[in-house]
């Protein structure tokens, strides 16, 4: 699997990928939200096209706090789940997590997110919840 982990070209195409990545969800629970409020809430992070050679198929966005790295967006095109990208993505997220000096990476999904099984088979448990998210973390070693 060749994919590579390459700075975002264009804010505004990441919002565009996951917006359309998310819109199934959006429309239900959050009808209010566009690209220009992803861009928004995207653009002080750490962001990251991820390419399959020339294609992008996915972004990833992080954001390092005081004491753990967060994974505030993993998004894989629908064509290209299931295969395994997201399995790397997670190991690369790991990765730049010990580089930043940390041992654990966090994450916030929707309950109703099939990502989750992808989170718990790469050793994610639950942290907390709400009515709507589960926050889970991973200990990387």
């Not at 209010?32 to 990833?60: C, Q, R």
């Not at 789940?81 to 190991?91: E, M, R, T, Y």
């Not at 790991?94 to 580089?99: C, Q, V």
């Not at 919840?129 to 926050?135: M, T």
Request: hydrophobic residues 40%; contains cysteine.
């Amino acid at each position: 699997m060749d994919i590579i982990f390459c700075p975002t070209d264009s804010i505004q195409k990441a919002a565009l990928f996951t917006f359309e990545n998310m819109r199934q969800y959006y429309q239900k629970i959050a009808p209010e939200w566009n690209t220009s409020k992803i861009v928004e809430v995207t653009k002080a992070l750490e962001s990251f096209d991820i390419k399959l050679g020339d294609e992008v198929i996915g972004v990833m966005r992080l954001e390092y706090k005081d004491t753990f790295c967060y994974l505030r967006d993993l998004q894989i095109s629908a064509n290209h789940q299931n295969k395994g990208f997201g399995k790397v993505a997670l190991n690369e997220a790991k990765r730049k997590t010990l580089s930043a000096n940390f041992n654990t990476l966090k994450l916030r999904v929707l309950k109703v997110s099939p990502a989750i099984s992808l989170y718990e088979r790469n050793g994610f448990v639950v942290e907390s919840e709400d009515n709507r998210f589960l926050n889970m973390l991973v200990r990387v070693t």
